[in-house]
C-alpha cells in the first residue's frame, strides 16, 4: 500500500463523520485510546516520521521531549501552510478532515494533553470553517469532551485562524499569535516543548505530521518505517506546481525518484518544452538544474544534492523562465514577510530585492554579483529564527547556477527574456 494520507481524497463520504467511520476511520483511535501513552509514543518513535513541516525533525523524539512537571501541556498543530509553492495541508483539511482530527485524538492521548488547537492560516477560510463544523459533530457525539469516546480520556479542540503573515508558521512566531501577541518569533532555547503555548509544555507539528498517525498506530511503526527509507518513514504528499503536463499533489513513498516523478507522474514538462531549474522542497530551498535530479526525494536524498526536502512542495520551471525575474520574485516575498526583529533580516533581504530588482531591470553592476553573495553569507546563521536563511538559500543557489544569466543581464541591460512588467520605480 504506497499511499494511505490521500486515499478518501476522492471520497466524498470522509467529509462527515459517520461516513469517514464507514470507510474504517476512528478504528485506530479506539485502539489507541486504550494502549499506555508510552507505547503510543513508542511506535511514533519506530516509524521514524519526519515532521512534514520543513525542518525534518522526529516526530517521536519530540514527543519525548516534553518534561513531566505537572503543568497542562498543549498540542499545537500548525496548519498555517505559508511556504510557496505547498498547497497539501489544506487538501488534507478540506478533502479529509477526520484523519486529521483521528490523528489529534492520538497525539493528545500519547502526550497526555487535554487542548489542542489547529493553527490555520487566515486565507484558507473554508478549511476553517469547515474543521470547525467536523469539531462541533465530535463535541456532539462525545468524540470531544470529558470522556473522548467514552474512555477516560479529557480533550477539546479548538480552530485559530492567522491573519496572512508567513512568519506565523515559525512556530514560535505561531505560539506568540496565538496568544494573541504580534506574530515574531521568539530566542529558543527554551523550545515549545518545554516552554511553548501559555509558557506550558506544547508539541507543534504539521498537519501532515499529524495525519500520519492513524496510520502508524493502525499497521504499527515497523510499518511505516519500512515505506520509506532508513531513518525517514512512510509517504510524502508531494505537491507538483510549475511547467509539468499534469500538476498536482502526488503522494509517493518516501525515497521515490525525482525525475520518475516528474517525467513520467507528472507527464514531463508542457509543451516540449526543455526542463532548466526545480526548487524541490518549497522556495526556500536551493534550486537543482536537470543534471542534479535523478535523486530519491528524501532528507538525506535531496541534503546529497546540496538542497533540502523541507515540505516537499516541488516548483517546476522550464526554459522560458527568466531565472533572475524568479529570483527577484521570491527576495520581494522574504523582504515583505521578515518580521523586522533582526537587523541581517531586515535590511539583508530588502538589499537582497533592491539587487535583485535592479539586475531584473538592466540596471546592475558588475559588483552586484559579489555584492549579493556576501549579503546573503552574512544572513545565514545569524538570525533569531531561520527565515533569513530561507532568503539567502534560494539567492546562493540561482546565483551559482544561473550566474551567466545574471552577467547577461549586467552586460545587455535588460532582461534577456524580454520584460512585460513596468519596472516598479516606474509605477505610481
Ligand atoms: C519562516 C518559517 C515558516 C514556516 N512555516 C511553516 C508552515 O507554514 N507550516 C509548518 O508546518 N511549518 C512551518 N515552519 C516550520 C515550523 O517552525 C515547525 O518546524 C513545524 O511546524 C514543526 O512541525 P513538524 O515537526 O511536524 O514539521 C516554518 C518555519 C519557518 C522558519
Ligand atoms: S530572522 Fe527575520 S523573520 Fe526571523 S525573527 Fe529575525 S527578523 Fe524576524
Redesign the pocket.
Known amino acids: 500500500m504506497d499511499s494511505y494520507l490521500t486515499r478518501n481524497f476522492d471520497r466524498p463520504d470522509a467529509k462527515t463523520l459517520a461516513g469517514y467511520e464507514k470507510l474504517g476511520g476512528f478504528r485506530t483511535a479506539r485502539k489507541a485510546l486504550g494502549m499506555k501513552p508510552e507505547d503510543v509514543v513508542a511506535q511514533v518513535k519506530a516509524a521514524n516520521l519526519r515532521g512534514r513541516g520543513g525542518a525534518g525533525f522526529p516526530a517521536g523524539v519530540k514527543w519525548g521531549f516534553l518534561p513531566d512537571n505537572g503543568k497542562p501541556r498543549y498540542l499545537v498543530v500548525n496548519a498555517d501552510e505559508g511556504e510557496p509553492g505547498t498547497f497539501k495541508d489544506r487538501q488534507l483539511m478540506e478533502r479529509d478532515p477526520y484523519q486529521l482530527l483521528e490523528g489529534i485524538l492520538i497525539t493528545c492521548h500519547a502526550i497526555k494533553a487535554k487542548v489542542a488547537y489547529i493553527y490555520v492560516r487566515g486565507e484558507l477560510v473554508h478549511a476553517a470553517r469547515f474543521l470547525e463544523e467536523c469539531i462541533e459533530e465530535m463535541r456532539f457525539k462525545h468524540y470531544l469532551g470529558k470522556r473522548c469516546m467514552g474512555m477516560p480520556m479529557e480533550l477539546d479542540v479548538f480552530v485559530h485562524r492567522g491573519a496572512g503573515a508567513y512568519?506565523c508558521g515559525?512556530e514560535t512566531?505561531l505560539l506568540n499569535s496565538l496568544e494573541g501577541k504580534r506574530g515574531?518569533?521568539r530566542l529558543k532555547p527554551p523550545f515549545p516543548a518545554v516552554e511553548g503555548a501559555f509558557a506550558d509544555p506544547t508539541i507543534v507539528n504539521n498537519v501532515e505530521s499529524i495525519a500520519n498517525i492513524p496510520h502508524i498506530l493502525e499497521h504499527g511503526g515497523e510499518w511505516f518505517a519500512k515505506l520509506g527509507v532508513e531513518g525517514d518513514g512512510g509517504t510524502r504528499i508531494f505537491g507538483v506546481s510549475g511547467h509539468v503536463r499534469k500538476p498536482g499533489l502526488y503522494e509517493r513513498p518516501v525515497g521515490y525518484n525525482l525525475r520518475t516523478l516528474l517525467f513520467e507522474d507528472c507527464g514531463g514538462i508542457r509543451g516540449g518544452n526543455q526542463l532548466k531549474a526545480v526548487i524541490p522542497g518549497g522556495s526556500s530551498t536551493p534550486v537543482l538544474l536537470p543534471s542534479e535530479i535523478d535523486i530519491p526525494l528524501s532528507i538525506e536524498g535531496l541534503q546529497g544534492a546540496g538542497s533540502m526536502v523541507g515540505s516537499a512542495a516541488i516548483i517546476v520551471m522550464d526554459e522560458t523562465v527568466c531565472t533572475v525575474r524568479a529570483m527577484w520574485r521570491l527576495s520581494r516575498f522574504y523582504h515583505h514577510?521578515?518580521?523586522?526583529?533582526?537587523t541581517?533580516?531586515?535590511d539583508g533581504?530588502g538589499w537582497i530585492e533592491k539587487i535583485m530588482e535592479r539586475i531584473e531591470f538592466g540596471k546592475g553592476v558588475p559588483e552586484d554579483l559579489e555584492t549579493l553573495e556576501k549579503t546573503a553569507h552574512g544572513l545565514s546563521g545569524t538570525?533569531?529564527?531561520?527565515?533569513?536563511d530561507a532568503c539567502a538559500m534560494p539567492t546562493l543557489g540561482f546565483l551559482g547556477k544561473f550566474r551567466k544569466e545574471f552577467e547577461e543581464h549586467i552586460e545587455k541591460k535588460e532582461c534577456p527574456y524580454g520584460n512585460a512588467f513596468v519596472p516598479p520605480w516606474e509605477v505610481d
Open positions: 512568519i515559525e512566531a515574531e518569533p514577510e521578515s518580521c523586522g526583529q533582526c541581517p533580516c531586515r533581504c538570525t533569531i529564527c531561520p527565515l533569513a
